[in-house]
């Protein structure tokens, strides 16, 4: 089986103020950065190779380490999986932290799709939430990637944003829809504990969008963005035969491995996934050889709930002679009576041998998911 | 057992004042139990109770105590409960003995409870010895406790200055104790008279009864009566705890100790009942005995239907050790199958409700309290209901009469103004104001129980900021105007929400009540309609708008543990919500009544 392999990466110049993750800012070019790819680089050695379905460089900010660290991780990647010819190898970029020769470099490595994190296409927006670029800079970067040859960029946008109103997000679609990228994903914003806006939120400065507003600018995106793209997961847009591959491998419940500081694999019944804080972790590393910290043995009924919320995510949704293969049992023998409850609520239909969320469904998609967890 | 080297003597106090505290260092200091085997207030033996610094259930101790004078006595020591909940209990447990300690915070001062055990106390004719603890604490006032004692008739030198916790002044208690509680009258000859003060389930002995011999004596192998309830036993043991169970030969006028009986139930053995030989029974039993009415009233529903039966177990189980709690099986049409239930007061149903959902592990739904309700109807028919839901139609109902209480309230006098503004708003009855001391004051109302169910300990409290105690005691059943509010969601009247109120308060609550489910109530996937209703006529309604939105919009990373556990954590919520109809509603929604301030 060919795996998708994850790298974590996860400084960043500076920290949003939405943002929930173990990210970190950092120094550019500081020693803690090279320490860091010191260890990912050890752990890709020392994991057990293959073939490889994808790559992906997340975080945090790849782009932020620079070319040169990405192009060296992606060498001893080489080595040790084989990358078989045209398969996706995708790098996270922010505008404003690519280096000049950044796309030209990432080419010639062999990387084919950047995911660009542009967020908004308006300046008051991007400053809000606490990006270090303006507009103007994500579309200079969006012209370099293009002009390095890539023919495979996807632009993140979020939305309800407070203060947002249903007319800028008309725009944003606009605005994307302008730049003609291959592949959108459309985050709804949350406001999470631990981040700069839940702060706000608590101290009553600031007020979450409306759940009917931020209904209403889901729909909307999906509307807008259906002329040009196909929407094939519940926040993913793409130009038909432009899916991420890497990401369909999680919704498919295929394997993947991932490398660097909270990157979780799953191979087979089993998922385990690495210390989360980078310094931990390096530490780990460094250490014993491994900085996994917490392993799971996926039982039956839990590769049985997973498969229906992960897959219920595409719009296609569950193929049930596909899924029975799988488990070598009924799909609707065991949950028959879920599906016609939700199927009256209007959330589910069962069309073709296939179960999906319907329209409706899609933004109330976790009413569905909990009854089958 | 020579009479004239006993005393029994019990602990009153009002509650946190350090009475638990100081049973132990008794103990301690009588070596009932090396200090280094003592866990903190060893009587309170539910752990719930430990943690809520509360004594439910009392039991006696006999100690053995070698004073200055050169002599041995016999102590009974008698642990009282200690809550308003518990009067007619603690008035049984005060007529075992001869003396009292009455313990004083040195911070607090008196306080309610404080008084009512004292008036208690009086009643029972004992002799009481002024206690003024915790006067190592740095904000401790012993002189101020003591001029509040001086004004309730006590001498300043017949105060013990007391540390329970730092064991001073414990041997100046138990000489006190010799000298100031008079030896019980002991008359042997007499036919048996013994007074139950308290009993409690054992799994593998069956019921234990505390009791205290008054006259004549009783030993194993004896056919007795309990003169109340007519229930004839065969005593099986009788002894005393050192605190360990010790079996005694027999037990005679004067003495405390237990009796086990081959009795199944605690219900079998009334506090306040009198035991006597069935073979040569006494001509009267002892007087003051009670019947124990629940006051407090409500509803528990299993969330998941088919736990009925582990409601239903859990209940007897509780019954075994608390002869107070009542319930009967009763059936709502929005709730499914449950049990109302009959408590003391507000603090033991709290108590009965928390160890279901901790130790029974039943996730149940609690309906909002209330009391009973005597109803007259057209026919001229008396009724109680202590289900708001089964009120008659109006049309049939003649008057309606509620429960009343005397409460008293101390307070410094800072806060008279609000604390009275809350009795009149609770349609309380003022009747006095007494000045404790200078900066104390009691004042008196009689209220409708049925206020004080909703929201007033928590009102109480806060409105003076923490400084205001409470106590009360039953008065009678008057007539009120009062209306039956019915509540409706999604057009659908659900009865567990139903609730019994003043007219003249009707409307605001109704409003009220329906705000408040709005915001309690999650939005479903349709639009739901809350109107409250008095008969057929609709006084106040609410919409809450359909759901929107429940997506996990970003899912980077295969982190699908996390995501799982997002998804069933949401599921556990939902379980745990009633299903009403086609409504999800959670436990809050039926307690919302008591949040309405009014």
């Not at chain 1, 944003?161 to 990228?181: F, K, N, T």
């Amino acid at each position: 089986m060919k795996a998708g392999l994850y790298l974590h990466i996860p400084f960043c110049a500076a920290k949003c103020a939405y943002c929930s993750f173990d990210s970190i800012p950092a120094e550019k070019n500081s020693p803690a950065i090279r320490g860091y790819f010191e260890a990912l680089n050890r752990e890709i050695e020392l994991s057990p190779g293959g073939e490889a379905g994808s790559v992906y460089f997340g975080g945090g900010t790849p782009s932020f380490a620079g070319a040169e660290l990405l192009c060296g991780t992606l060498e001893v990647l080489r080595e040790k999986y084989a990358l078989p010819q045209g398969i996706e190898i995708t790098v996270e970029v922010n505008p404003g932290t690519a280096e000049k020769g950044f796309f030209g470099k990432m080419k010639a490595a062999g990387v084919n799709r950047i995911s660009l994190g542009m967020q908004s296409g308006e300046d008051k927006v991007l400053k809000y939430l606490g990006r270090i670029h303006s507009n103007s800079e994500t579309e200079k970067c969006f012209k370099e990637a293009r002009e390095a040859g890539f023919a495979n960029i996807n632009l993140d946008l979020m939305y309800g944003i407070p203060g947002q109103s249903l007319e800028d997000i008309e725009r944003e679609a606009a605005h994307i829809l302008g730049l003609a990228p291959e592949h959108v994903s459309g985050y709804c914003l949350s406001i999470d504990e631990g981040t700069g806006f839940y702060k706000r939120l608590k101290q009553g400065e600031i007020d979450e969008v409306p759940d009917e507003l931020a209904s209403d600018m889901y729909y909307l995106l999906k509307d807008r963005f259906s002329s040009r793209y196909s929407h094939y997961e519940l926040s993913n847009f793409a130009v038909p035969g432009k899916e991420a591959v890497h990401n369909q491998i999680y919704w498919n419940y295929n394997d993947y491995l991932g490398f660097g500081a909270g990157a979780a694999s799953k191979s087979g019944p089993e998922r385990f996934s690495n210390e989360n804080d980078p310094f931990k972790y390096m530490e780990l590393i460094k250490r014993n050889d491994s900085a996994i910290l917490f392993k799971e043995k996926l039982t039956e009924e839990t590769q049985i709930k997973e498969t229906v919320f992960l897959g219920l995510r595409l719009l296609c949704g569950i193929d049930l002679a596909g899924w029975k293969t799988r488990f070598g049992k009924d799909f609707l023998f065991l949950f028959g009576k879920q599906v016609e409850t939700l199927s009256e609520l209007g959330l589910l239909e069962l069309k073709d041998g296939y179960l999906r969320l319907t329209r409706e469904g899609l933004f109330l998609s976790n009413e569905v998911f909990v009854e089958f967890v | 057992m020579d009479a004239s080297r006993v005393r029994n003597f019990c602990i009153i106090a009002h509650i946190d004042h350090g009475k638990s505290t100081l049973a132990d260092r008794i103990l301690e200091q009588t070596h009932a139990i090396a200090s280094r085997n003592m866990k903190a207030q060893l009587l309170d033996s539910m752990d719930l109770e430990r943690e809520r610094g509360i004594t439910i259930k009392a039991k006696a101790v006999r100690l053995n105590y070698h004073a200055k004078d050169g002599s041995d006595y016999v102590f009974n020591l008698i642990d009282t409960p200690g809550h308003v909940d518990f009067t007619y209990e603690v008035s049984k447990t005060l007529y075992a003995a001869e003396g009292a300690l009455l313990v004083v915070d040195a911070s607090q001062g008196v306080e309610a409870q404080t008084l009512a055990n004292l008036h208690l106390a009086l009643d029972a004719n004992l002799s009481i010895i002024p206690v003024i603890n915790k006067i190592d604490l740095p904000s401790a006032q012993p002189e101020k406790a003591q001029e509040q004692l001086v004004e309730l008739g006590f001498l300043p030198e017949e105060s013990i200055l007391a540390s329970a916790k730092e064991g001073i002044g414990i041997q100046e208690i138990l000489e006190a104790v010799i000298k100031k509680v008079p030896p019980p009258k002991s008359d042997q000859a007499a036919p048996l008279r013994a007074l139950v003060f308290d009993s409690v389930y054992d799994v593998y002995r069956g019921v234990i009864v505390f009791f205290r011999v008054k006259e004549g004596a009783i030993k194993k192998g004896d056919r007795i009566l309990m003169m109340r309830t007519a229930n004839e036993f065969e005593v099986l043991e009788v002894g005393v705890f050192t605190p360990e169970m010790q079996p005694a030969d027999s037990l005679s006028a004067g003495e405390v100790g237990y009796l086990i009986a081959n009795i199944k139930n605690v219900s079998e053995v009334k506090v306040g009942d009198t035991v006597t030989l069935a073979t040569n029974p006494a001509a009267e039993p002892l007087p003051g005995y009670k019947e124990v009415k629940p006051m407090v009233f409500c509803g528990f529903y299993p969330v998941i239907p088919n736990e009925y039966g582990i409601l239903k177990d859990a209940l007897d189980r509780l019954k075994l050790n608390d002869a107070a709690l009542l319930f009967e099986p009763e059936s709502s049409s929005a709730l499914g199958f449950g049990y109302r239930c009959g408590f003391l007061g507000l603090l033991h149903m709290e108590i009965i409700q928390e160890r279901l959902e901790r130790e029974y592990n039943i996730d149940m739904i609690a309906t909002s309290p209330n009391v009973r309700f005597r109803v007259l109807n057209n026919a001229g028919e008396e009724l109680e209901v202590d289900n708001p839901a089964k009120l008659p139609d109006p049309g049939s109902i003649q008057k309606i009469l509620e429960p009343f209480i005397k409460a008293q309230i101390i307070m410094p006098p800072d806060f008279i103004g609000p604390i009275m503004e809350l009795c009149q708003g609770k349609r309380g009855i003022y009747k006095n104001t007494q000045y404790v001391t200078a900066n104390r004051v009691l004042i008196s109302y009689e209220l409708p129980l049925s206020e004080v169910v909703f929201d007033f300990y928590d009102r109480l409290k806060s409105l003076s900021k923490g400084y205001a105690s409470f106590d009360y005691e039953y008065l009678d059943f008057r007539e009120s105007d009062l209306v039956k509010m019915d509540i409706l969601v999604a057009g659908e009247p659900v009865d567990a929400l139903s609730f019994v109120v003043h007219k003249d308060k009707a409307y605001y609550k109704g409003r009220e009540l329906v705000t408040k489910l709005r915001e309690i109530i999650p939005r479903q996937m349709f639009e739901v309609a809350i109107q409250a209703s008095i008969g057929s006529k609709i006084v106040a309604r609410e919409t809450i708008a359909p759901l929107r939105k429940n997506v996990i919009a970003k899912c980077y990373g295969g982190d699908i543990t996390r995501k799982r556990k997002l998804l069933e954590k949401q599921k556990e919520g939902k379980k745990r919500m009633k299903k009403v109809g086609k409504i999800d509603l959670p436990q809050e929604a039926f307690l919302a009544i008591l949040k309405i301030t009014d």
